[in-house]
């Protein structure tokens, strides 16, 4: 079982920047893609960002440039460094964490999230 605790969020004004973490503990055999995504009031998940184990990003194409991702490995770790935050990106952010865990003869692919954060941003 995998426990995800998040970290970070809050109340910025527009132009502002957060940082989320994310780290993730427990029994799994590797953890693969590593990722945030977010619910607006009134709307569905989104993906925001993902990173792959070897580094590879993928970005919703309307934060490229304002937000990046990153991971450390060692710590288990996700990130979400947010730049010129706008009130349109108010939302609950949630991490997730894609991971291996070895079930006697065979691998299984699961998913862990983190509780979410709210982070609202001020016009």
């Known amino acids: 079982q995998v426990q995800v605790v998040q970290s970070g969020g809050g109340l910025v004004q527009a132009g502002g920047s957060l940082r989320l973490s994310c780290t993730a503990s427990?029994?799994?055999?590797?953890?693969?893609?590593m990722g945030w995504y977010r619910q607006a009031p009134g709307k569905q998940r989104e993906l925001v960002a993902e990173?792959?184990?070897?580094?590879?990003?993928n970005y919703e194409d309307s934060l490229k440039g304002r937000f990046t991702i990153s991971r450390d490995n060692a710590k288990n770790t996700v990130y979400l460094q947010m730049n010129n935050l706008k009130p349109e990106d108010t939302a609950v952010y949630y991490c997730?964490?894609?991971?291996?865990?070895?079930?006697?003869?065979?691998?299984?692919?699961?998913?862990?999230w983190g509780q979410g954060t709210l982070v609202t941003v001020s016009s």
């Open positions: 427990g029994m799994f055999a590797s953890i693969n893609a």
């Open positions: 997730n964490f894609n991971y291996d865990v070895i079930a006697g003869w065979s691998t299984q692919r699961l998913d862990a």
């Open positions: 990173i792959t184990s070897d580094g590879s990003t």
